[in-house]
């Protein structure tokens, strides 16, 4: 299996609030989780990595306190953005991996922060 | 780190081949990847490459050099669903899974 199920698809958020992005391998366990965000028109940035029962680890500029990740089970990551500011608003993309070498990856969510 | 560099745009007509290529730089390589996006969708799967040579599957086809820092994806019998931007991702070494993308080639397919 390959499907990688991501919710919500969109968002809309007011500025200050908080909000939680659900990455799910449906028929697959993923041992190693990325999160991605891609801003109009730019390729993907990778923001963090995260493998089953560990802490994440962040790429340099990201702030861990302020995208937490949690992955709690090898189907299940969630991003929360909080305190999120309309500079937040982006694609947030995640992919999971198994032991096949691609990545795939989930449908993506618009986060607007008004 | 890794340095990936392809181009920004490129356009082509219905029916004709194009060749994205892509240059990297990376500290350790395991091999590299090319990925498919629609606008406001996800990145799809197309190739992985390890070793050197050509990896042809159906209209697409991938080229690796590893000893260059070089490859290219070839887009065969172009239809007007290929447009798209194209992603090159080299896969580093001792980060199994984490892919840095570069800024990708936007495919224009025209009638």
Redesign the interface.
């Known amino acids: 299996g390959a499907v990688v199920s991501q919710h919500p698809s969109w968002v809309i958020c007011k500025s200050g609030t908080s909000v939680k992005i659900e990455c799910r391998s449906l028929d697959f366990q993923a041992t190693t989780m990325f999160w991605y965000r891609q801003f109009p028109k730019q390729s993907l940035m990778l923001m963090a990595t995260s493998n089953e029962g560990s802490k994440a680890t962040y790429e340099q500029g990201v702030e861990k306190d302020k995208f937490l990740i949690n992955h709690a089970s090898l189907t299940l990551s969630t991003l929360t953005v909080t305190s999120a500011h309309p500079e937040d608003s982006s694609f947030y993309i995640c992919s999971a991996r198994d032991r096949r070498p691609e990545a795939f990856f989930g449908q993506g969510t618009r986060l607007t922060v008004v | 780190g890794q340095n990936i560099d392809q181009p920004t745009e490129m356009t082509a007509t219905e029916g004709a081949i194009v060749q994205i290529n892509c240059t990297y730089q990376t500290s350790g390589f395991n091999?590299l990847?090319w990925y498919q996006q629609h606008a406001?969708?996800?990145?799809?799967?197309l190739s992985?490459n390890?070793l050197d040579g050509l990896e042809e599957k159906g209209r697409f086809s991938s080229f690796l050099s590893r000893s260059k820092g070089y490859s290219y994806l070839l887009l065969k019998e172009l239809q007007m669903k290929d447009s798209a931007s194209y992603?090159c991702a080299p896969?580093h070494s001792g980060s199994?899974?984490?892919?840095?993308?570069?800024?990708?080639t936007q495919v224009v397919v025209t009638p």
């Not at chain 2, 406001?40 to 799967?45: M, V």
């Not at chain 2, 899974?97 to 570069?102: A, D």
């Open positions: 091999g990847f406001g969708e996800a990145p799809t799967f992985y390890v992603l896969e199994w899974g984490k892919l840095q993308f570069g800024a990708g």
